[in-house]
């Protein structure tokens, strides 16, 4: 016979349940301990902490990120050839023509590339004296160009004090139109800085020729023009002092070149 189901009371073990009414884990309390109390949040002082934590963790990454990918080029490249990178277009027509291709020379490292060129150019109507063996007296007009591009560190801190330092005629506590006398008696300085040239740009003049430098980010550019010479006075032949707006505008278009 079979008797009818017993009545539980609820709350008790063994009590009917539906789905749905099951008590939650922590809303469960051992039968000698009183109902758990509201959680308590965490105090402001320990979320700024992992704010700052995180924080410190973004910096870290993005520093070692900047270390290994090196720092920003700013479009230059490497220089595959500079004699053909530099036309020297302004230099050629007040100057003369190329006597040849020029000589070129470059060597690469994970830290530095380096290249330079050097063009000898000729005069219309110029001729070299020669011996009575028909050789070639003398030297012609000359150009130099050099190229380094860092790809490590940074030479910006380091360029002015190397152009001081590589013309003993400037001053060592500054640079500027002052610095110096006047080394030609014609009122150029031996080191003058030139304004809208790359970040940063001097010339250079010497008895023998002008020489343009230029910082621009991680690049360090020269361009210089040599005289020939006169083999019985030993007196250059060329002025090349007047070439100075011819370097600056060659100077330009092999920045722009080295950024192609």
Known sequence: MISEPELVPEGHFGAAELPGQRP?????VAGDQEPAGPRRALPAWLWALGGAVVASAVWAAGLYVYSTA????????????????????ALSAAIGERVDQGSAWRSA??????????I????QGYELPTDEDGNEL?????VSVGYTLHKKTDPGPEFE???????????????DDASVDDPAGDGTTALRRVDGLGELAFVVRDSGGITLEVLDGQAVLSLSTSSDWDVDTGEPLTDVNDFEPMLIEDMRALLARLKS
């Not at 939650?24 to 469960?28: K, L, R, V, Y």
């Not at 920003?72 to 490497?78: F, H, K, M, T, V």
């Not at 490292?109 to 050097?118: G, I, Q, R, V």
């Not at 003398?138 to 000359?142: I, N, Q, V, Y």
């Open 70 to 89: 090196g720092p920003d080029l700013g479009g230059y490249r490497a220089g595959r050839n500079l004699c053909v990178d530099a036309e020297l277009k």
């Open 161 to 175: 004090g190397m152009m001081a330092a590589r013309h003993a005629a400037v001053e060592d506590t500054a640079v």
């Open 24 to 28: 939650a884990a922590d809303d469960m």
């Open 120 to 123: 000898e150019m000729r005069p």
């Open 138 to 142: 003398g030297a012609l007009p000359s």
């Open 109 to 118: 490292h994970e830290s530095l590339d380096d290249a330079s060129c050097y």
